[in-house]
């Protein structure tokens, strides 16, 4: 489904974490397309274009795309149903440090 | 935001600005020779035998061609300057492929149709007023260079809109769908420019 | 306490240390350094006299006990238009756009455990050596593989360092792709699915698995342990994109 032009969600975890204004990758998110539940860590990012488009790693289809423009940023996320915790969620490796 | 950061001795790998090109390209692009590869997704790989072409929306009667009907449509060639929103232009890209105004001609447009949304193998969308596709502004290519277009070039088959930034001319292009209002396409919903004319730098909407 | 804007800053260029033929290190300081954890990157951006900007990722190859520096380790891509500058124009004492420490997904602290499986491409090493670096500076004793894939002998970043850290429950296996030298009895091959299965099996059950390189490595890897079981959510990947 994914070709090398490919990266991971981690590659623009900095334009995220401008754009939410918090780190996003360790979030969790749910697919709208095939309701998949995972980090947005695991999306794929597809950053050779005007914009950054992530899709999910199991159906394909776009979870979240922002665009730059000189006024700012602007993110659609109508592919994720939701993004935050997870529901009964157990402290895992995606929960964020103490530090 | 006071004084900007000059990174000593940094370049970039740009091409030239033009030479005696130079009025051919238009303001803030570079020129190149190569064909950089832009892309929202993953390329699609359609096969001949099940690729489609459709126009349909404001149309008495939807339109639908296979590879080989395509293939038997009226077809020219066409050599144009390309500019992409990321500032690469190219100069001279020989295309062969049929005209809009001939697709369109085979579908018995609704004089309601002001605007077409093409839509590609893979979701891509884009937005083109007819105005700007019509009078042989715009095609529909299969070849590049003498081959048949490259997957990753948009081939099958791709939309060309040399004259618009480089967006426009949609990648994987599987129909054309025709409506009365403005239905902005997947980058200018998120903020590019909805007409997007190189030479006026339409790039960001409100430019 | 809400969290601090990621923000441009200028770092300086304080050293810089051959690592092998075509990768080496440079440590950078930050007026405003934070604390990172390991795996994390910066964002560097280049800009030129005319405004033109390049922009790359970097992970971070120092522990996060090093403070007020971070170290960036960077394999020269021959025709690459920003790792290239730095090998060919930066000298020390010259000045850095960058924003960091970035990322929270690709990370590993000693309190996540494992066993550990660490699976690295060529400059896919360096977030992957942060955490072996912060593992040994912990005292922490999670046992752990390194799998390492680098074209032959020289072209391995760190050899001296991995060699010393070796034991303590960290094992290091290098896979050499081009070339070899006499007498060589590791691996002598690209990464592969039985390759996978026998480093898995010598770790133990329920590994956490972190890949980093070239895309084209990371996917095999990645498949490869679908394949063999690996529960999707224990593996973390870092593609660094096509390589050619
Ligand atoms: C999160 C993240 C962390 C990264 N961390 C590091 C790191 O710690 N150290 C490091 O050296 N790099 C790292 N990279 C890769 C780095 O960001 C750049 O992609 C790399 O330095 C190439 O940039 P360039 O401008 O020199 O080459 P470009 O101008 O971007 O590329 C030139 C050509 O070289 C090809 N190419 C790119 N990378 C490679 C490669 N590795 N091998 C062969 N061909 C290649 C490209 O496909 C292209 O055709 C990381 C990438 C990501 C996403
Ligand atoms: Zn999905």
Redesign the interface.
């Known amino acids: ?11 623009v ?2 334009e995220l ?2 754009l939410f ?6 979030v969790v998110g749910k697919c709208a397309h095939c309701g998949n539940e ?5 999306l794929r990012a ?1 950053v ?4 950054v ?1 992530l ?1 999910c790693s199991i159906c ?3 979870v979240i ?7 700012g940023g ?1 993110v ?1 996320r109508s592919g994720a149903s939701w993004l935050g915790q997870p529901s009964g969620a157990a402290p ?3 929960a ?2 103490e ?1 | 935001m006071g004084d900007r950061f000059v990174s000593r001795g940094f370049v970039g790998r740009r091409p030239d600005s033009g030479g005696d090109t130079a009025s051919r390209i238009p303001p803030g692009q570079y020129l190149t020779d190569d064909f950089p590869v832009l892309s929202a997704g993953p390329t699609p790989r359609i096969p001949l035998d099940t690729w489609e072409f459709t126009i349909d929306g404001l149309v008495s009667q939807p339109v639908r061609w296979s590879w080989a009907e395509f293939q038997a449509l009226p077809a020219r060639e066409w050599t144009v300057d390309i500019s992409c929103v990321t500032k690469w232009t190219k100069l001279d890209t020989r295309w062969r492929g049929v005209s809009i105004d001939d697709l369109l001609a085979a579908a018995d447009l609704d004089p309601r149709a002001q605007f077409l949304v093409a839509h590609s193998y893979g979701g891509y969308t884009t937005n083109l007023p007819l105005g700007e596709a019509l009078n042989g502004q715009a095609f529909v290519a299969y070849e590049y260079g003498g081959a048949p277009l490259e997957p990753a070039h948009g081939g099958p088959a791709r939309l060309v809109v040399p004259h618009l930034y480089l967006w426009k001319s949609a990648k994987w292009v599987r129909g054309l769908h025709l409506v009365e209002r403005d239905e902005p396409g997947f980058w200018e919903s998120l903020g590019y420019h909805n007409r997007g004319d190189p030479w006026r730098e339409e790039r960001y909407s409100g430019d | 306490m809400p969290p601090e804007p990621l923000v441009w800053q200028i770092a300086t260029v304080s050293a810089i240390r051959g690592e092998t033929e075509r990768a080496s290190s440079f440590t950078l300081s930050l007026p405003a350094w934070r604390p990172h954890r390991a795996g994390q990157h910066y964002d560097v951006r280049l800009t030129a006299a005319d405004g033109y900007q390049a922009q790359r990722s970097y992970s971070i190859a120092s522990p996060p006990a090093h403070t007020g520096v971070v170290d960036l380790t960077i394999e020269r891509i021959p025709d690459g238009e920003v790792s290239p500058y730095f090998h060919d124009v930066l000298e020390v004492g010259d000045l850095v756009e960058v924003r960091g420490p970035i990322g929270g997904y690709f990370v590993w602290e000693p309190a996540l455990g494992g066993p550990l499986l660490l699976v690295a491409g060529g400059s896919g090493v360096v977030p992957l050596m942060a955490m072996i670096r912060q593992r040994a500076a912990a005292g922490d004793t999670t046992p752990t593989t390194l799998l390492y894939s680098a074209r032959d002998v020289d072209d391995l970043i760190y050899r001296d360092e991995l060699d010393a850290l070796a034991g303590d429950g960290l094992r290091v296996l290098p896979t050499l792709t081009r070339a070899h030298p006499p007498g060589w009895t590791g691996y002598a091959r690209r990464v592969d699915e039985p390759m996978l299965a026998e480093v898995l099996a010598a770790l133990g059950p329920d590994p956490l698995v972190y890949a980093c390189g070239p895309t084209l490595l990371v996917e095999t890897v990645a498949a490869g342990l679908v394949n063999l079981g690996v529960p999707p959510d224990r593996v973390r990947t870092e593609r660094f994109g096509p390589s050619n």
């Open positions: 489904m994914f070709d090398e032009s490919t990266l991971d969600a981690n590659a975890a900095g974490e401008v204004a918090v780190e996003m990758t360790a995972a980090a947005v860590g695991t597809y050779n274009a005007p914009g488009v899709r394909g289809e776009v795309a922002w665009a730059w423009t000189p006024t602007r659609d895992s490796a995606a964020p440090s530090a």
